[in-house]
């Protein structure tokens, strides 16, 4: 196995959740740090660990990334982390299930990726990277993030499920 640290420079993690029940709103998170452990070609018995500051959230509008920061989402002053270490990777076809345990706001759930291996190559400077694709989906009430606002036309202001994907590139450790 080859230890490989993801270049948050060439890397996105990345969510959208439904906003009034008829559109989305994305974000992406700016600062973490991740690892993955693994033959790249077969990522089964992968070690992969992640770490993500909260406080680097970012959804284009400062207002809104200020609430999710806030004790009514994330409250990143007493839970300034999200963290991801997996525990299951099982090859199914060309992809893979990933399945770990996912900490938001101090509370710990399963959650399944499905992942896929984008291929290896050599950067400007001699340094073989690879890249993985990822993509899953979480209930945000799980994980104690509850807020939420009725709208007079019925519905809610945000949604449940929040779908997370994954753009990384790796280089060796």
Do not use: C
């Not at 690892?35 to 992968?46: F, K, S």
């Not at 989906?137 to 449940?160: I, P, S, Y």
């Amino acid at each position: 196995m080859k230890k490989w640290t993801v270049d948050a420079t060439h890397s996105e993690i990345g969510f959208s959740v439904k906003h009034m029940m008829i559109s989305k709103v994305k974000g992406s998170f700016g600062s973490y740090e991740a690892t993955v452990e693994a033959n790249e070609e077969d990522l089964q018995g992968a070690l992969i660990d992640f770490k993500i500051d909260v406080n680097s959230i970012n959804t284009n509008n400062e207002d809104r990334d200020n609430h999710l920061r806030s004790a009514d989402f994330f409250d990143a002053e007493n839970h300034p982390h999200i963290t991801f270490k997996a525990n299951d990777i099982v090859k199914k076809g060309e992809e893979y299930e990933l399945t770990g345990d996912l900490t938001m706001k101090g509370v710990t759930r399963p959650a399944t990726f499905e992942v896929e291996y984008g291929g290896k190559g050599t950067n400007p400077w001699g340094v073989e990277v690879v890249a993985f694709s990822g993509e899953g989906k979480v209930n945000r009430k799980d994980f104690g993030l509850t807020w939420n606002q009725a709208l007079e036309t019925g519905g809610v202001m945000v949604g449940e499920d929040i779908k997370i994907t994954l753009e990384l590139e790796a280089n060796p450790a």
